[in-house]
């Protein structure tokens, strides 16, 4: 269940989860940027085979920024539609919760993972031994509250930080984001976090950072679940990627 989404935001998401033809590269070939659509656990392979790196959080931030002053074909790709990144979110049945970067288990995603409700399972002991930014469930009640934020809330929300990597960048992308919804929607408010309540066995999902076109909120949901359809990765040429998901 979405919460916190209204049932007109939640209509206008299924149709954006439609959009193909996505234009990610000011020079087609070769394509630096590649989308794969569909189940994570099918496409995610075949980005692996190609040599791509999954695009992160902090990546597609970076690249959002980037394209600010190119293409309009471009920029709508980039800002107009949502993507699943290669960061997880690792429940936990306790309450906690933890951002990994550039999930290596989200890498190994196949046909055959085990998975709970689309959910990658996390056997005993994973959860503890991921590497990541943990917050408790404390923090999660205060952080991720399944609603729009304010600019200030959000440079000093420390799941968004965690994901950008970088303070700078975050405010930079914060200061982007919500100019545009302004603008384009005058809407004030962006950026929610949202996330699952607590599991009843431990699972990876995946962060999806969302189009700014849902009602101007550019949120960050953990509810990307690899085992069913809708997902959006972009691959990246390892080359690119290396300078891209530092």
Known sequence: M?????????????EIRKMTNLVLNYVPVPETYKAFEGRNIDTMPELIKEGRTPLSAQGLMEKRLQVLSGSDAVKDSWWNIYFDTGDGIAYHPDGRIKVVTDAELLRGINPKSRLNNGGLVLEDGVFDSLEGTEFSKNDVQRYAINMTLTEAEVTQNPIWLALA????????????????????????????IYVYDAPEQAIMLTWVVNSIFINGNSSADGYGRPGEGGGRLVGVLEQEANITNK
């Open 2 to 14: 979405l919460l916190g989404v209204s049932l007109k935001a939640k209509l206008v998401y299924r």
């Open 165 to 192: 990597r970088d303070e700078g960048l975050l405010q930079e992308y914060v200061g982007a984001t919500f100019k545009q919804a302004q603008e384009r929607f005058n809407s004030y408010t962006n950026m929610g």
